[in-house]
Nanobody, 116 residues
Framework: VQLVESGGGLVQPGGSLRLSCEATKITWPFSMYDMSWYRQVSGKERELVARINSTDGVADYADSVKDRFTISRDNDKQTIHLQMNNLKPDDTAIYYC????????WGQGTQVTVSS
């Protein structure tokens, strides 16, 4: 499984970004993978930001991003998105896409920087 993230960049506080993650070389139908976004700041552990499960598409979020971020999936395009609104400097991190079915797969990450 290969995961490629895109959509990161530099944005001012209060701004928005939309991250995308496309999966290729999958061995099961994309709809069977639990998909997640994580983020990591240098020197800190990688933390879960949002996930959307394979069975019913229910999503859950880290408390720090609730009501600001929305995760979604398009099974036909083998893609997930993370819509990030009202961004804060504390959201600055490398964002990673993850796919899980028996094994867990990771993308290379995309940098998000929130700064004025």
């Amino acid at each position: 499984v290969q995961l490629v993230e895109s959509g990161g960049g530099l944005v001012q506080p209060g701004g928005s970004l939309r991250l995308s993650c496309e999966a290729t070389k999958i061995t099961w139908p994309f709809s069977m993978y639990d998909m997640s976004w994580y983020r990591q700041v240098s020197g800190k552990e990688r933390e879960l930001v949002a996930r959307i499960n394979s069975t019913d598409g229910v999503a859950d979020y880290a408390d720090s991003v609730k009501d600001r971020f929305t995760i979604s999936r398009d099974n036909d395009k083998q893609t997930i998105h993370l819509q990030m609104n009202n961004l804060k400097p504390d959201d600055t991190a490398i964002y990673y896409c993850s796919a899980k079915r028996i094994l867990t797969y990771w993308g290379q990450g995309t940098q998000v920087t929130v700064s004025s």
